[in-house]
């Protein structure tokens, strides 16, 4: 059981390039998010997904977009990269976001922005 | 609206020294409260999580948080620090039925020999 899976788990971009952090999970939960992890900041909430074919924002949205096609995989796209987009990104998943559910959480993607 | 706000971004502690990790929470309606460990370089694992069942709530590798509503508090201690405990931890509030988790902004903790 491999959990949530974040691939690639480093990645250097140049400014206005374009690309897709990949996250898969096996663990066949509904809920998925994506999170990118700033210095002092904690992390804070891109985008998430309570099923197949449903999105929606967060609190960090812009610049960013996501697709769910299947339970499994949930990508995030950087549509034209910002130094200011240099964070940590974690995808995370959940069997479905109640108050209490516990969320799994991938290794994380290391993006530099230069 | 859910907010949690931890109020040490570094706490520095002995080996076998008592660790305490301090977070307040706003929040409108009865919560649900998580702690979280990041080691470095590696991903978030959930230490223990407050659901209302009781107040007093015991975690992995001997950690433990009580939730206190008159002080809105979820205070992690943990008796007796280990090398292997310094990390970062998060304190997490869960952003009700949106599904969104809201987290603290994070406090790291180090362990001197």
């Known amino acids: 059981n491999a959990g949530v899976t974040q691939t690639p788990k480093f990645q250097v971009l140049k400014t206005g390039q374009s690309m897709t952090l990949q996250c898969a999970q096996d663990?066949?939960?509904?809920?998925m998010s994506w999170y990118r992890q700033d210095p002092g900041m904690g992390l804070r909430l891109i985008h998430y997904?309570?099923?197949?074919?449903?999105?929606d924002q967060g609190e960090v949205p812009n610049g960013y977009n996501v697709s769910r096609s299947t339970t499994e995989d949930f990508p995030l796209r950087l549509l034209s990269a910002a130094p200011s987009q240099t964070s940590v990104y974690f995808c995370?998943?959940?069997?479905?976001?109640?108050?209490?559910?516990?969320?799994?959480f991938g290794q994380g993607t290391r993006l530099t922005v230069v | 609206a859910q907010s949690v706000t931890q109020l040490d971004s570094h706490v520095s502690v002995s080996e076998g020294t008592p660790v305490l990790l301090r977070c307040n929470y706003s929040?409108?309606?009865?919560?649900?409260l998580f702690w979280y460990v990041q080691h470095p370089n590696k991903g978030l694992q959930l230490l223990l999580k407050?659901?209302?069942?009781?107040?007093l709530v015991k975690g992995i590798n001997g950690f433990e948080a009580e939730f206190k509503k008159s002080e809105t508090s979820f205070h992690l201690t943990k008796p007796s620090a280990h090398m292997s405990d310094a990390a970062e931890y998060f304190c997490?509030?869960?952003?009700?039925?949106?599904?969104?988790?809201?987290f603290g902004q994070g406090t790291t903790l180090q362990v001197k020999p």
């Open positions: 997490v509030v869960s952003g009700g039925y949106t599904g969104k988790l809201i």
């Open positions: 997904s309570v099923g197949a074919g449903i999105t």
């Open positions: 929040s409108s309606y009865s919560p649900s």
């Open positions: 663990m066949n939960h509904e809920y």
């Open positions: 407050y659901t209302s069942a009781a107040t």
């Open positions: 995370a998943s959940s069997l479905v976001q109640t108050l209490n559910t516990e969320a799994f």
